[in-house]
């Protein structure tokens, strides 16, 4: 069984077709990466998943129930676009509202533990609209992890953290997963941090999902390039463009020969024509130089 | 793998009270509410207090040169109601007064509720909501009977503030055509026939959404074409009847408007 099955899934609004017969599938246990461009229906899914717009087709099973189905709706964790939070409410109050909401029965404590595991403790008694972005991001990460959701859906979790926040979020999504049975659907644009936790991909556009995958099979997929110094950078870039087909200069200044040549033939084809090589490597594309292949490559 | 997954099965009661809980907290740490409740409590001081202390004064129109005599409130209970017998005439006249009494609160109520509501979903609040709630009856429910609690509240607190300012204003006490009996079920049958009014309320806010201004004012303009209904409804020298009358009224209009209001949360998007 698998934590989320879409079949056939669209929605339209007026004239306007947001998502087109998408299929999605979440294994159970898994870290879902959604990726897509803006405007490309992520967060429309993600709201058909939630319930929170009707879908015009399609199907949408949860743990192999509707997603209309009142118990296991009860057990999705979310945070869309923004953190559902009162203004003038504490976090404390805040974070009750959603405990009372979820029926908790020991909510002091859970929200306690929950805004521990966020580093969010000692702003619980401030107002949220005295909150910082990140500070009301971590508020909403907590509400949605009370009640021990076994799915949570998150659309942008990750903006406005800081580089530790960012560390504690990785951290609390892999403890969640962890038992094999809680899912987490994440959509974001920072990749490289997606890439550091997900276990699945599904990449969307235009409201198709153009491709599902696991973790392993990106990386199987994902290309090694070259990158190199040299003492004549465009020299050295003029010649490189004139032999091989895709070379680029990075934003570290190094220059990136994407074609599937070992190292030392660059240097000796450089050496050969006047060109000294002062560092080189290979590395693999990440999830984001895969991302933006896929999507100049068009459908 | 999945036998550890046990989903809760909550029976509709156990929902209804965790959405009765979570508004009843709203509502009770909402500074809105303890407005309403203060403007609820002065009104009818500042009004029975202003009103008699301009009894008896003549106006002069600028432009005719007519006079008129401004007639003060004769009576406490003129605040909380009128009378339609022939005997009570001089209280259930169409003036100030029979206008601006306690029934104001049917319409004051409006401003809470198309706040209370639309502020779930102008703070995003509704997408925590509706995504743990797959069934939206529970809401509707809640909502109409926290209008219904404030409501009730404002209808309290106006009659303390109809008697505070009566006794400081020096006015009479004497019930005329009507015993204490039935200003009891007048106010109960206000009390019931609040309940129509909240579910017009809740209809308009959760059709308006985010939209505040929209919700109070379509609120208002439904509630007004039922506003004179009130004082007819319930007057002062209530029976039995019009308590039964009101009840079965609220119960009616809150059962059907809160199917339409399922509707529309069931069939438009909520986010």
């Known amino acids: 069984m698998n934590a989320v099955e879409i079949k056939n899934l669209s929605k339209s609004f007026g004239s306007k077709q947001a998502v087109r017969g998408l299929d999605m599938t979440v294994p159970m246990g898994a870290i879902y990466g959604f990726i897509g461009e803006n405007g490309s229906g992520k967060s ?22 509707d997603n209309t189905d009142a118990n296991v709706r009860a057990k999705l964790g979310v945070l869309i676009e923004s953190p559902g939070c009162f203004p003038e409410l504490s976090v404390w109050d805040n974070m009750m509202l959603q405990a009372e909401n979820l029926s908790l029965p020991d909510a002091k404590k859970q929200v306690i533990s929950i805004l521990k595991t966020v580093r969010m403790e000692g702003a619980a008694s401030n107002k949220y609209k005295n909150c910082s972005l990140g500070m009301k991001q971590r508020v909403g990460i907590a509400m949605a992890l009370l009640g021990n959701p076994y ?25 969640i997963v962890k038992d094999g049975n809680r899912s987490i659907i994440v959509s974001s644009h920072l990749l490289g941090e997606l890439q550091k936790v997900a276990t699945h991909y599904g990449i969307i556009r235009h409201g198709r999902m153009i491709r599902e995958m696991t973790a392993q099979e990106l990386d199987a997929s994902c290309r090694t390039y070259t990158a190199l110094q040299a003492k004549d950078m465009s ?30 033939a660059v240097v000796t084809y450089l050496y050969e024509n006047g060109v000294i090589v002062t560092e080189i490597m290979t590395e693999k594309i990440g999830l984001e130089e895969y991302y933006i292949d896929l999507m100049k490559g068009g459908n | 793998m999945n036998n550890r997954l046990r989903f809760p099965e909550y029976t509709f009661g156990k929902r209804l009270i965790s959405m009765f809980r979570v508004d009843f907290r ?63 005439a001089a209280m259930g006249g169409m003036d100030v007064m029979s206008m601006c009494n306690i029934n104001m609160m049917f ?24 995504t743990v709630r797959a069934r939206k009856g529970e809401y509707v429910v809640s909502k109409t009977l926290a209008g219904f609690i404030c409501g009730a509240f404002m209808l309290a607190f106006y009659f303390i503030g109809a008697i505070i300012g009566g006794a400081v204003s020096g006015l009479s006490f004497e019930m ?28 308009v806010s959760v059709i308006a959404k985010q939209k505040s201004w929209l919700a109070i004012c379509g609120s208002l303009g439904g509630g007004m074409l039922l506003f004179m209904m009130v004082s007819m409804i319930t007057p002062l020298n209530s029976g039995l009847m019009n308590v039964f009358l009101c009840i079965a009224g609220g119960v009616l209009f809150s059962l059907c408007l809160g199917v339409f209001s399922r509707l529309v949360l069931n069939k438009t998007r909520l986010v």
């Not at chain 1, 799915?151 to 403890?175: C, H, K, Q, S, Y």
């Not at chain 1, 050295?236 to 070992?262: F, H, Q, T, W």
């Open chain 1, 44 to 65: 429309t899914t993600e709201k058909m998943i939630c319930g929170l717009i009707p879908k015009s087709s399609g199907s949408i099973r949860l743990y192999g129930k």
């Open chain 1, 151 to 175: 799915l949570l859906v998150l659309d942008e979790p990750l903006n406005g953290l800081d580089a530790d926040g960012m560390r504690i979020m990785r951290e609390v999504f892999t403890d």
């Open chain 1, 235 to 264: 020299r050295a870039k003029l010649l490189l463009n004139s032999k091989y087909s895709r070379v680029e200069v990075d934003e570290a200044g190094y220059i990136r020969v994407y074609d599937p040549v070992p190292p030392e």
């Open chain 2, 26 to 88: 709203r509502m009770f740490k909402s500074p809105l509410f303890y407005i309403l409740i203060a403007c609820a409590l002065l009104i009818p001081v500042v009004m029975n207090v202003m009103m008699s202390m301009m009894d008896g004064s003549v106006s002069v129109d600028p432009q005719t040169g007519v006079e008129t005599i401004i007639h003060g409130p004769e009576n406490v209970w003129q605040s909380i109601g009128t009378l339609p017998t022939a005997q009570g």
């Open chain 2, 107 to 130: 319409m004051l109520v409006a401003v809470f509720v198309c706040l209370f509501i639309c502020a779930d979903f102008r703070s995003g609040y509704a997408k925590n909501l509706f």
């Open chain 2, 176 to 203: 005329l055509g009507f015993t204490a009996v039935n200003l009891v079920l007048c106010m109960i049958a206000k009390l019931f026939l609040m309940l129509v009014f909240v579910a017009i309320f809740v209809l």
